[in-house]
């Protein structure tokens, strides 16, 4: 995710980003630049085409069909944007619901047993890192595990680790009830805790597995293109050849929303406007070695 400072305008006028859509864009805005140029040429040197042309109507088409586009990508981004902010709830979520796990531990596990707080200090934070890889479709890396490798060997990286990982800590729970450590009633108020990590975990995964449906998708693009596409051939007759960079620059708006829609979606990954995932969960594991 990129970090800035909104308050800076001109930095963000002038600056050309990596994730900035005029660079991702700009072999097309060459191209739509290039066609609107030569549908101009076309219509008011080469046919000649008076301003009474029939063709001039189509600007009245694309006057009507503003709105409708403008609507359609007020929605697209605001759906997206809903998907990331979510996302970002989730997260959140997961921080506050690891740090109350670990307060809740630190003062129920007794001053002494070094063991068992070692192995809740290593486990909570693995669980977000490996939520984390679990989402980006990476190999999960558990190098939180280096000071407990038989918990390591426990992990099978065929299966899904989350799951794995919140098994393990209510199975630990459990053999701490058992043995008397924790009592019914401090189990009962751990367990709120664990649960939520696999609700978590499964919105997450609802999220990242259910994308825009693909013929809301497929459409907006296509009335995207033929938006564009038709556009100098009503406005070069107002226009003449300023139509090209006007057509240029409307393509560079509407696509762009389009872009920024796609890249925000799907929140978990490694785009540069996807949530720091990587960030909250070494901050997990900075909090939660504090606390326990």
């Not at 009633?185 to 999220?207: H, M, P, W």
Request: charged share 20%.
């Amino acid at each position: 995710m990129v970090s800035y400072d909104p308050k800076k305008w001109f930095v963000f006028v002038f600056r050309f980003h990596e994730a900035d859509t005029f660079r991702k864009l700009l072999w097309l805005i060459a191209a739509i630049c290039a066609y609107a140029w030569l549908v101009a040429y076309l219509e008011s040197s080469v046919f000649k085409l008076a301003e009474t042309s029939h063709l001039r109507n189509i600007s009245i088409l694309h006057n009507l069909l503003g709105f409708v586009i403008s609507i359609l990508l007020v929605f697209r981004t605001n759906t997206a944007y809903d998907r990331w902010w979510e996302g970002r709830k989730l997260w959140g979520a997961l921080v506050n619901n690891s740090r109350n796990l670990a307060i809740k531990l630190s003062a129920i596990l007794p001053e002494g047993d070094v063991e068992n707080r070692e192995f809740f200090r290593d486990i909570i934070p693995a669980y977000a890192a490996a939520l984390r890889d679990h989402l980006r479709n990476d190999t999960i890396r558990l190098e939180l595990f280096d000071n407990n490798p038989e918990l390591a060997l426990e992990i099978d990286h065929q299966k899904h680790v989350p799951n794995q990982l919140a098994g393990i800590m209510l199975a630990k729970i459990m053999e701490l009830y058992r043995a008397g450590i924790i009592s019914g009633d401090q189990l009962i108020v751990l367990n709120a805790e664990l649960q939520s990590f696999t609700d978590i975990c499964g919105a997450c995964e609802r999220i990242k597995n259910t994308p825009i449906p693909f013929s809301y998708t497929v459409f907006i693009k296509k009335f995207i293109f033929f938006y564009v596409v038709t556009l100098p051939l009503g406005y070069v007759f107002s226009m003449g050849y300023l139509v090209v960079p006007v057509t240029g620059f409307v393509f560079y708006v509407v696509a762009s929303l389009e872009l920024i829609a796609e890249e925000i979606e799907d929140p978990f990954g490694k785009d540069s406007n996807d949530l720091p995932t990587a960030n909250i969960a070494h901050k997990i594991q900075v909090h939660i070695h504090e606390l326990i």
